[in-house]
């Protein structure tokens, strides 16, 4: 039986966060994280105004990164 990671479920469970909320997942400053959101590092959509991203894509994102570095997307490192 193999666990599965909470962290990075992309199931049920998949929150919307504001871009506040977004960057305080990611642990990076609301500055850092407009900057990675201009470079296409992950989608965003907008409700009532206000910036929304998914929690499955910033994991998506973690992840990329994780694994190997930039994903083609934004700047080149």
């Given at each position: 039986?193999?666990?599965?990671?909470?962290?990075?479920n992309e199931?049920?469970?998949n929150?919307?966060?504001s871009a506040?909320e977004?960057?305080?997942?990611?642990?990076?400053?609301?500055?850092?994280?407009?900057?990675?959101?201009?470079?296409k590092?992950?989608p965003?959509?907008?409700?009532?105004?206000?910036l929304?991203?998914r929690?499955?894509?910033?994991?998506r994102?973690i992840?990329?990164?994780l694994e190997?570095?930039?994903?083609?997307k934004?700047?080149?490192?």
């Amino acid at each position: 039986m193999t666990s599965i990671d909470p962290y990075f479920n992309e199931g049920e469970d998949n929150p919307v966060f504001s871009a506040r909320e977004a960057a305080a997942y990611l642990s990076v400053s609301k500055s850092t994280f407009h900057k990675l959101r201009r470079n296409k590092e992950f989608p965003v959509s907008m409700f009532m105004g206000d910036l929304r991203v998914r929690r499955s894509d910033l994991n998506r994102f973690i992840r990329d990164h994780l694994e190997g570095g930039n994903t083609g997307k934004g700047r080149d490192n």
